[in-house]
C-alpha cells in the first residue's frame, strides 16, 4: 500500500466534515475516476472499494453518473448464456 499525505486548508478540512472518513471518501473519488478513464477494470474497482458482488459496484457507479463498461461483445455473451440457461432449464419464470 502507497501512503500519501496531504496537507489540507483548515476551512476546507471542516467543510468536508460532512463526509465521515476521508480517507475512504478519497478512495472512492480515485477509484471512480480511475475506472472512469480506464485505469483499472471493475472487478478491481470492487476489489479496491471491497463490494461483495459486481451488482453493489454497478449500483455504486450509477450513483455516481458513471457509464457501465458493457459493450455489444458483453451483451451477446450475456445473451448467450441466457439461451444456454434456458435449454437447461435452468431459469425460473415470471
Known amino acids: 500500500m502507497q501512503f500519501l499525505k496531504i496537507a489540507l486548508p483548515d476551512q476546507l478540512a471542516s467543510?468536508?466534515?460532512k463526509w465521515?472518513?476521508?480517507e475512504r471518501?478519497?478512495?472512492e473519488i480515485i477509484a471512480v475516476e480511475a475506472y472512469r478513464e480506464g485505469s483499472i477494470s471493475s472487478g478491481k474497482f470492487r476489489e479496491i472499494l471491497g463490494f461483495s458482488?459486481?451488482?453493489e459496484a454497478d449500483?455504486?457507479?450509477?450513483?455516481?453518473?458513471v457509464d457501465l463498461d458493457?459493450?455489444?461483445e458483453d451483451f451477446i455473451a450475456d445473451r448467450q448464456t441466457h439461451e444456454q440457461l434456458e435449454r437447461?432449464?435452468?431459469?425460473?419464470?415470471?
Not at 437447461?88 to 415470471?94: I, Q, V
Request: hydrophobic share 35%; net charge positive.
Open 59 to 65: 449500483k455504486f457507479l450509477k450513483a455516481k453518473g
Open 15 to 17: 467543510s468536508l466534515e
Open 20 to 22: 465521515g472518513n476521508l
Open 53 to 55: 458482488t459486481p451488482l
Open 70 to 72: 458493457y459493450d455489444e
Open 88 to 94: 437447461e432449464g435452468k431459469l425460473k419464470s415470471l
Open 25 to 27: 471518501k478519497l478512495i
